[in-house]
């Protein structure tokens, strides 16, 4: 049997890890290893200082539409997001016992008290909150954001971990500037020629990536993307170019992207499982590598409805990605309940109008099961962005 990679294998694998609640990849690796591993909330967490230290980071997107909620729903009301219910479900279930840790980064109210509620339940591992700058001045925001990641450092040193060295973070920096620049390179792939790069391909791929390690996700992605480059089997469609955003930290489920796909849309741009696309560009290589972690977060960072933005105006980065992408409408695809998406978008919304940009809207969780209202609504918006393009 040949061992050489094909789409199907390569997605089928993927598929494989995403839907592995109990980590089978991770337990593997660290046993083959003996190093420690850190899960970690969406949406961005400094990978780098882990790698660095010998710690696998491992990505904890919640669940799908198959696991079934019964502890969970006993610590969030009904009016919280499901991202944290699945998370607490499946660490009660012990599908997560084989990590040695949770960081949950600063991005809504409801991750900082699920990050209060691990400590609780989980009193023998460790577990740190990761606070980020909202000034972005080097000297303010800088300094303190500098000082919390020498105080992760230390923290998984004082766990077992290798301790900091700012050669090893270089070199991990370069590793994961890799892996940003075959992600980015599938993203404008997808762009130039949506129908050799389904996002439903696409999404599992990224979702296995943040499972995997650095130099494993980075294989996978850039065979996966000279298969699909050279593949002349897939054709293209009379279908609506998209852009889908608002879901950036409780994850969608496979059939809603699917959904979308068989609706008549090419969707060209998203907000999927942002941790390798946050910072957007190279980490630069020379000087302290602590430091260049601080300003690429500072200076580099995706526009997102959990980062502040200071004087900068909301939907702005929105419509110039729209724009650089060659949407030609746009998707607004909010977690329920999430404040953070949903307090943004009447924001983003103004700023696409005022562009003349087609726009629809609806609401989804990570255990959404049907579809068919959903797939009426992206078709019908689909099809008048084709009526409108051809009048």
Same mark, same amino acid.
């Given at each position: 049997m040949?061992?050489?990679p094909?789409?199907?294998?390569?997605?089928?694998?993927?598929?494989?890890?995403?839907?592995?609640?109990?980590?089978?990849?991770?337990?593997e690796?660290?046993a083959?290893?003996?190093?420690?591993?850190?899960?970690?909330?969406?949406?961005?967490?400094?990978?780098?200082?882990?790698?660095?230290?010998?710690?696998?980071?491992?990505?904890?997107?919640?669940?799908?539409?198959?696991?079934?909620?019964?502890?969970?729903?006993?610590?969030?009301?009904?009016?919280?997001?499901?991202i944290?219910?699945?998370?607490?479900?499946?660490? !009660? =279930? @012990?599908?997560?016992?084989? +990590?040695?840790?949770?960081?949950?980064?600063?991005?809504? /109210? $409801?991750?900082? *008290? !699920? =990050? @209060?509620?691990?400590?609780? +339940?989980?009193?023998?591992?460790?577990?740190?909150?990761? /606070? $980020?700058?909202? *000034?972005?001045?080097?000297?303010?925001?800088?300094?303190?954001?500098?000082?919390?990641?020498?105080?992760?450092?230390?923290?998984?040193?004082?766990?077992?971990?290798?301790?900091?060295?700012?050669?090893?973070l270089?070199?991990?920096i370069?590793?994961?500037?890799?892996?940003?620049?075959?992600?980015?390179?599938?993203?404008?792939l997808?762009?130039?020629?949506?129908?050799?790069?389904?996002?439903?391909?696409?999404?599992?791929?990224?979702?296995?990536?943040?499972?995997?390690?650095?130099?494993?996700?980075?294989?996978?992605?850039?065979?996966?993307?000279?298969?699909?480059?050279?593949?002349?089997?897939?054709?293209?469609?009379?279908?609506?170019?998209?852009?889908?955003?608002?879901?950036f930290?409780?994850?969608?489920?496979?059939?809603?992207?699917?959904?979308?796909?068989?609706?008549?849309?090419?969707?060209?741009?998203?907000?999927?499982?942002?941790?390798?696309?946050?910072?957007?560009?190279?980490?630069?290589?020379?000087?302290?590598?602590?430091?260049?972690l601080?300003?690429?977060?500072?200076?580099?960072?995706?526009?997102?409805?959990?980062?502040?933005?200071?004087?900068?105006?909301?939907?702005a980065?929105?419509?110039l990605?729209?724009?650089?992408?060659?949407?030609e409408?746009?998707?607004?695809?909010?977690?329920?309940?999430?404040?953070?998406?949903?307090l943004?978008?009447?924001?983003?919304?103004?700023?696409?109008?005022?562009?003349?940009?087609?726009?629809?809207?609806?609401?989804?969780?990570?255990?959404?099961?049907?579809?068919?209202?959903i797939?009426?609504?992206?078709?019908?918006?689909?099809?008048?962005?084709?009526?409108?393009?051809?009048?």
């Open positions: 040949s061992d050489t094909t789409i199907a294998s390569l997605v089928g694998r993927a598929d494989s890890i995403y839907r592995d609640y109990s980590l089978t990849t991770v337990r690796w660290k083959r290893t003996g190093g420690l591993a850190m899960g970690f909330m969406p949406i961005y967490i400094p990978c780098e200082i882990l790698d660095a230290q010998g710690v696998l980071p491992v990505g904890l997107m919640g669940a799908r539409d198959d696991l079934e909620i019964i502890k969970g729903d006993a610590y969030y009301q009904s009016y919280i997001c499901h944290p219910r699945s998370t607490i479900e499946l660490g !009660l =279930s @012990g599908r997560l016992d084989c +990590l040695d840790g949770v960081l949950f980064p600063a991005i809504c /109210d $409801v991750i900082r *008290n !699920l =990050s @209060g509620m691990w400590q609780m +339940l989980f009193p023998t591992k460790l577990v740190r909150y990761l /606070d $980020v700058p909202q *000034n972005f001045e080097p000297a303010i925001g800088g300094r303190f954001y500098r000082h919390e990641l020498e105080e992760l450092a230390e923290a998984l040193t004082s766990r077992g971990a290798r301790p900091y060295d700012a050669e090893a270089r070199g991990s370069a590793r994961y500037n890799a892996l940003r620049r075959e992600v980015r390179a599938l993203y404008a997808r762009q130039r020629l949506p129908w050799k790069v389904p996002t439903s391909e696409l999404y599992v791929l990224l979702r296995a990536a943040v499972v995997l390690p650095v130099d494993d996700a980075t294989r996978m992605l850039s065979e996966y993307h000279g298969l699909a480059l050279a593949d002349e089997s897939r054709l293209p469609l009379d279908q609506a170019r998209v852009m889908l955003t608002g879901s930290c409780e994850q969608p489920p496979l059939g809603l992207i699917r959904t979308l796909e068989r609706s008549g849309c090419y969707i060209v741009d998203d907000d999927f499982v942002q941790v390798h696309r946050w910072i957007q560009s190279d980490i630069p290589l020379d000087g302290d590598p602590m430091e260049q601080v300003l690429a977060f500072l200076g580099d960072a995706m526009a997102s409805p959990t980062r502040y933005i200071d004087k900068a105006e909301k939907g980065d929105l419509v990605r729209i724009q650089r992408s060659g949407a409408g746009v998707l607004f695809a909010s977690p329920s309940f999430c404040d953070p998406a949903l943004d978008q009447p924001m983003a919304v103004r700023a696409v109008e005022r562009h003349g940009i087609p726009w629809t809207a609806f609401k989804y969780s990570e255990n959404t099961g049907q579809f068919q209202v797939r009426e609504q992206a078709g019908t918006f689909a099809d008048s962005i084709k009526l409108w393009s051809v009048a």
